[in-house]
């Protein structure tokens, strides 16, 4: 498997505050990893991290063999990672079409008709919608937004945290369906930070385990799903 992102020795703080320690992580080309934890795990702080928009960070990430570790925000995204934060983050008053067309910012004078286009095949309710306010939009629809958004940058790595967040499930399946889809015709890597541990694991190939700022497990889904303490604490079996 070549490698898409390797994070060696990371530690992460706010202020004073440690939120994660001597963090190792590696992700494959067209490799989905799941990051799963309970709340305040510093799942998110693992996000922000990679895609360095934490107060502190120390470690080593290389981003395909290259070493992004003091690169700026802006430039990671320009090197092809596109994180999709909690809370979704549209443009509530620009229009969905106005949001798509946002997110391909960095690929300014190349042709962005053919993605648009594709997400726009991924999700036919945004279609539909194209020149509605985000702000109208279900909780579904936004997070369909702001993961076509994303896309639009036209991503070797997608950075995604909670997907599933408040969402029914029939919408959450959907989503779900399609980001494995996105994953197996782009081949764009993808970490997933999801609650949904069940279904989580279903669509990843590998998953670490967070508890209290440390990776404490690491393994193959499978594998996962079927060791004790996993089922026990995550899927509730």
Do not use: W
């Not at 939120?19 to 799942?43: C, H, M, P, T, Y």
């Not at 998110?44 to 290259?66: F, P």
């Not at 994180?83 to 910012?105: I, K, M, Q, Y």
């Not at 890597?189 to 700022?213: D, K």
């Amino acid at each position: 498997m070549s490698g898409m992102l390797q994070v060696q020795a990371m530690d992460v703080s706010y202020g004073a505050v440690t939120v994660l320690r001597k963090i190792e992580l590696r992700v494959g080309s067209a490799e989905i990893v799941s990051i799963l934890g309970a709340n305040g795990a510093g799942k998110t702080s693992m996000l922000r991290a990679l895609s360095n928009i934490v107060v502190r960070r120390t470690g080593t990430l290389t981003l395909e063999g290259r070493d992004i570790s003091k690169l700026r925000s802006d430039k990671i995204v320009r090197l092809g990672v596109a994180h999709v934060p909690d809370g979704r983050g549209t443009f509530c008053h620009l229009t969905v079409e106005e949001n798509l067309r946002l997110g391909a910012f960095t690929r300014a004078g190349k042709l962005i008709g053919p993605e648009f286009e594709r997400i726009l095949t991924y999700f036919p309710r945004l279609k539909e919608r194209i020149k509605q306010q985000a702000g109208t939009l279900s909780g579904g629809e936004q997070q369909m937004l702001a993961i076509g958004r994303a896309l639009m940058l036209k991503p070797k790595l997608l950075l995604l945290d909670e997907p599933s967040f408040g969402l029914a499930p029939k919408i959450v399946a959907n989503i779900f369906e399609i980001l494995t889809q996105i994953n197996k015709e782009c081949q764009t890597s993808i970490v997933l930070v999801e609650q949904n541990a069940a279904l989580a694991l279903e669509v990843s190939s590998r998953a670490y385990l967070l508890e209290t700022g440390r990776i404490v497990l690491t393994g193959e889904a499978q594998a996962l799903r079927n060791d004790e303490a996993v089922r026990r604490v995550f899927l509730g079996g």
